[in-house]
């Protein structure tokens, strides 16, 4: 007879990691997009949604945020039967339940992944307010294992300077450990990431061949797997350096399934232990 319970074996394999962020129906990002990473980095996915969104892969119309009181029952319970090893933020809906999730971040003391998400692909700004902007810089980002911007992110983030190295090091100054600077968005026929830690004059520079055409929801995927790696115990270099190959490869093989963005295709058989 087997005996109830959570098999060792089961615990070791698939660490638990949960994702905190914005549900896009579409697919393409946000939790459900998190999600598939998590599960192709072998972790098991605990999805807690901030918001609900109406948009597509061409546009994004409008948010609707999860109240804070409902958000913290779901996640209370969820707690009573997971342990997760490592936490990822997407959109976070309002400064309320920012507050809410940050709060209790302090209390939870484990490796968190930020991908501070302040605008959709097609541009419209996911922040209510200036004030929100300003929690998450002051007082989120702090708490961070890693902060995974791209440079218009990081633009806002560290509105004071104009250099990425400068903006990249006030974030570290802040509390984060670790930035990792995706440079999409730059005109160039490579794609040049930089990660910048804290107790070290060194920058990881990786750079990948920019593919054609644009995808919705390459960051979710990168800091989802990011996040997914850390809790199965891999050390930040080498996370960083699997979580990019695993994004490259999941838009390489991308589907053009509308006339919009493409959709990353996150296959759970990339990561093989």
Not at 172 to 184: E, I, N, P, Q, Y
Request: proline residues 6%; contains cysteine; glycine residues 8%.
């Amino acid at each position: 007879m087997i005996e109830p319970g959570i098999p060792l074996h089961f615990q070791k394999n698939y660490p638990s990691v949960l994702l905190i962020g914005g549900h896009d129906p579409s697919g393409g990002a946000g939790i459900i997009a998190d999600a598939q990473a998590a599960l192709a980095m072998r972790a098991w996915p605990l999805t807690l949604v901030t918001c609900l969104t109406a948009q597509n892969t061409e546009r994004f119309h409008s948010l609707i945020p999860q109240s804070p009181a409902d958000f913290l029952q779901q996640l209370d319970l969820l707690l009573q039967d997971f342990q997760p090893a490592a936490v990822k933020l997407g959109v976070l809906g309002s400064l309320a339940l920012q507050k809410e999730i940050t709060s209790w971040l302090k209390q939870a003391q484990l490796p968190v992944v930020i991908d501070p998400v302040m605008a959709s692909g097609s541009g419209t700004g996911l922040l209510e307010s200036r004030e929100q902007l300003h929690h998450l810089r002051d007082h989120l980002l702090p708490l961070a294992q890693v902060v995974t911007p791209n440079t218009p992110e990081l633009q806002q983030l560290a509105p004071q300077y104009t250099e990425v190295d400068a903006q990249a090091k006030a974030l570290l100054k802040s509390g984060c450990r670790a930035v990792l600077v995706t440079g999409t968005h730059a005109p160039t026929r490579t794609v040049k990431n930089r990660l910048y830690r804290q107790g070290t004059s060194q920058v990881m520079t990786s750079r990948w061949t920019r593919l054609e055409g644009e995808f919705h929801g390459s960051g979710c995927t990168l800091a989802a797997a990011l996040a997914a790696l850390l809790a199965r115990g891999e050390a930040l270099d080498q996370a960083v350096t699997q979580a990019q190959d695993f994004t490259w490869h999941s838009l390489g093989q991308g589907l053009q399934l509308t006339q919009g963005q493409k959709l990353p295709l996150r296959t759970t058989d990339f990561f093989n232990d």
